[in-house]
Structures are given as structure tokens and as C-alpha cells.
């Protein structure tokens, strides 16, 4: 499998936003969230409904939810 195709960039943004909606509390939900407020890239339009609080630092967010994955 080539990198690139697990870069979050080739996710299509609909399906993004409306996996962080149904699994807001996943640690998928958050690397995307994290990875996309890191690019400084909005994930949700201004009318739309994000179902967690901006993100204060987004590497730590994008660090977090990978860390359980580094550690085993």
C-alpha cells in the first residue's frame, strides 16, 4: 500500500465530517480533527455543527490520539 493513500487529504471531506460526527469521541475523530486544524484547513462550514470544541493545540491532539499505538 502506497502513503499516500493513507494520508487523511484523500479521504472525501463529506465522509470526514460525518464519521467525527457519528464517533466524535474516537481517537480516529480526533487525529482527523487534529490533522486538518494543524493544515489550518476547515473541516466544517460555518453553518454546520462540529461536535467537539475547537482544538486548543492540534498536534497535541494529532500526538494523543496515536500515542495508545506507539506505546504496545
Known sequence: MKL???CPD???REQVREYIQLFSTSALA???R???AYKNEAL???D???PNEPLDDPLDAVLVSIMPYLVN
Open 30 to 32: 480526533t487525529l482527523f
Open 4 to 6: 499516500k493513500n493513507l
Open 10 to 12: 484523500s479521504y472525501p
Open 44 to 46: 466544517f462550514d460555518d
Open 34 to 36: 487534529g490533522y486538518f
Open 48 to 50: 454546520d455543527d462540529e
